[in-house]
């Protein structure tokens, strides 16, 4: 399993943007496609993003695509989910997830290991 620690949340006013982070401690971090799921108050979880071990292949869902970004920093073993155009919809808690990499990088099942969570707020 792949411990990963999420930071980057907190409360921003609508049409703000946040950067969020998750590090990993994996040995091989690009052995790992990595995603970004979030989840409000009394709401499923929801599947927002995904990219791919190297980072050339990216997921987003239709609810924030043209908003958001994923990226990642192999280097740096980190990954990143940048918000841009935030609205008071995407208030949530924001979890990293990793899976080992496969084709089905954008696949919402099979993500094994998870951070804590970091908390979005966004104020209209």
């Known amino acids: 399993q792949v411990q990963l620690v999420e930071s980057g949340g907190g409360l921003v006013q609508a049409g703000g943007s946040l950067r969020l982070s998750c590090a990993a401690s994996?040995?091989?971090?690009?052995?790992?496609?990595m995603g970004w799921f979030r989840q409000a108050p009394g709401k499923e979880r929801e599947f927002v993003a995904a990219?791919?071990?190297?980072?050339?292949?990216?997921y987003l869902a239709d609810s924030v695509k043209g908003r958001f970004t994923i990226s990642r920093d192999n280097a740096k073993n980190t990954v990143y989910l940048q918000m841009n155009s935030l609205k008071s919809e995407d208030t949530a808690v924001y979890y990293c997830?990793?899976?080992?990499?496969?084709?089905?990088?954008?696949?919402?099942?099979?993500?094994?290991?998870w951070g804590q969570g970091t908390q979005v707020t966004v104020s209209s």
């Open positions: 994996a040995h091989t971090f690009t052995d790992y496609d």
């Open positions: 997830a990793a899976k080992e990499r496969s084709t089905y990088y954008s696949d919402p099942s099979g993500f094994g290991s």
């Open positions: 990219i791919s071990w190297g980072g050339a292949r990216t």
